[in-house]
């Protein structure tokens, strides 16, 4: 359970140095360095990114330990440091939304106005998956996730923790469906990430929301094992707020990418 021990004498966080910044920077140019060798199939290329997965791991573990000795064990994160911490999440999602609005430009844009070398869209020969196989399948499996976190999230502010509890574990095992799901997609699909502008954009734009789905499971399973050590109460779950925010912001991303991708943009047309 969060103490309230603020030894600053203001409600504010002047947070110590960290390595993790820098470490996660090193770990995140040596995993795109690493994926883009891979790609391109240079032999160290798989060691590579290896090395930025654990690297990135490690920062990962290590920052959320020390924001959890901050939060829980010297009771820094007062009401004034949770408020800034909601809109620096607010922020990011808000960037993420324009990471994701680039490549729905890319996408329309090239089905849209194709160019002559085109003609039509999906460009010829390429065979698009059907909208209400796999897809439709996970646009139900997202949604169910959406609304069983959001019992979860509405359980934590009524105090009823066993239901916290029951959200979490279907939530995460809604996500480990999508994800097997996705694999099972790729595995079968019949173009490949070079196999025109379509198939570039499509992988690009499904692969970054699996990821986001990857991280977002990671961030929601984080919240399980803090549930478990007690450290959220009725007013005190910023991290766990923050955790369903990022999840419903994947769910409405896959919206747009189905309605979008799958069904307008894999239908033929001239």
Not at 96 to 120: G, R, Y
Request: aromatic residues 20%; glycine residues 10%; proline residues 4%.
């Amino acid at each position: 359970m969060p103490s309230k021990i603020n030894s600053q004498g203001h409600p504010f966080h002047l947070v110590s140095s960290s390595p993790w910044p820098f470490s996660g920077s090193v770990g995140a140019l040596t995993l795109t360095c690493g994926g883009v060798l891979y790609t391109h199939g240079y032999a160290d290329g798989g060691y590579t990114l290896f090395l930025g997965f654990v690297l990135v791991f490690l920062t990962m573990v290590g920052w959320w330990l020390d924001v959890v000795r901050e939060a829980v064990f010297e009771g820094q994160h007062t009401k004034e440091v949770q408020r800034g911490l909601r809109q620096g999440m607010i922020l990011f999602i808000v960037s993420e939304a324009m990471f994701f609005f680039s490549f729905f430009w890319a996408f329309f844009h090239s089905s849209v106005n194709p160019t002559f070398v085109i003609v039509s869209w999906p460009p010829a020969g390429i065979e698009t998956p059907s909208p209400w196989g796999l897809p439709f399948l996970n646009t139900l499996v997202l949604l169910t996730s959406g609304i069983s976190i959001t019992w979860s999230h509405h359980a934590i502010l009524l105090g009823r923790f066993k239901q916290v509890w029951s959200g979490l574990y279907i939530t995460l095992l809604l996500g480990a469906f999508f994800l097997s799901f996705q694999l099972v997609e790729y595995s079968g699909a019949a173009f490949s990430i070079s196999d025109s502008v379509f198939g570039s954009v499509f992988f690009l734009i499904t692969g970054f929301h699996g990821l986001h789905v990857v991280i977002g499971f990671v961030f929601l399973f984080v919240c399980l094992i803090r549930l478990d050590s007690d450290h959220f109460t009725r007013d005190h779950h910023v991290g766990f707020e923050c955790a369903v925010w990022y999840w419903h912001f994947v769910d409405v991303v896959w919206l747009f990418l189905f309605v979008s991708v799958y069904w307008w943009g894999g239908t033929p047309h001239d």
